[in-house]
């Protein structure tokens, strides 16, 4: 690996939405940093940690309208067939759903599964149960994107959590998404499920790791085997 690789890999971009929690640990770093100077010294680790978390490093996306793509970095805690929450209005019947669990120290940026058109968006106070739980689907605090895809309708939602109190999504109802594009963040600490329709074959099992827009959760027959890829 170069050096520029190493410097890229090291020091990424950081998402704007995170400037001013990084500013306010900053801030309160140096005030207490006058009460006790060892004070000064954790808030600058703590405020570090903030920068960390806001990161938003580039990502090479598998182009291929066959694949879903990891929406969220993180431990994959749940695959089966689960009943989608009513609000999503894709029936009643089971679908297959693939969960994303993101810790305090994963990268939380969110990016699209698929490439598709936004039929819904959907955001639906709750609580803020563990979001490990399964019933943290239906349960608590969440923000649902239905999407048009090739293989038809599908859905990826955004699930708060203990920590996680807010969740931020900017694309709207009607808009276009590609896959692997950003389409939100949730802070600090969550989970995100991917409902799936019919003909979709999972590629990941709970317990692997998974990076959002590389990660291939689950393709649809005729994946090619070395699909085009985008980087952002």
């Known amino acids: ?37 060892p004070f000064f010294w954790i808030g600058l680790l703590l405020t570090a940690w903030c920068a960390y978390f806001f990161r938003d490093p580039e990502r090479v996306t598998p182009v291929n309208d066959d694949l879903v793509i990891s929406p969220a970095d993180g431990k994959v805690s749940a695959v089966g067939m689960f009943v989608p929450p009513a609000e999503l209005g894709l029936g009643s019947d089971p679908m297959l759903r693939v969960s994303v669990f993101m810790n305090v120290f994963n990268c939380h940026v969110n990016r699209a599964p698929v490439r598709g058109k936004i039929l819904r968006a959907v955001h639906t106070q709750g609580q803020f149960l563990n979001a490990e739980l399964d019933k943290a689907s239906t349960d608590n ?26 969740i931020i999504c900017w694309a709207k109802e009607g808009e276009e998404l590609t896959t692997g594009e950003r389409f939100g963040l949730i802070r600090f600490g969550s989970r995100l499920d991917v409902y799936l329709p019919e003909g979709a074959e999972t590629a990941v099992a709970p317990g692997q790791t998974a990076i959002a827009g590389e990660t291939i959760l689950a393709r649809f027959d005729g994946a090619a085997v070395n699909p085009l890829t985008r980087r952002g």
Not at 7 to 35: C, E, N, Q, W
Request: aromatic residues 12%.
């Open 1 to 37: 690996m170069s050096l520029a690789d190493t410097i890229r890999k090291t020091f990424v971009p950081v998402h704007p939405a995170g400037y001013p929690f990084i500013a306010v640990f900053f801030a309160v770093s140096v005030v207490l940093g006058f009460l006790w100077t």
């Open 141 to 166: 605090e969440r923000n649902s994107l239905v999407i048009a895809s090739a293989h038809g309708d599908m859905a990826v939602v955004q699930i708060a959590g203990l920590v996680a109190r807010r």
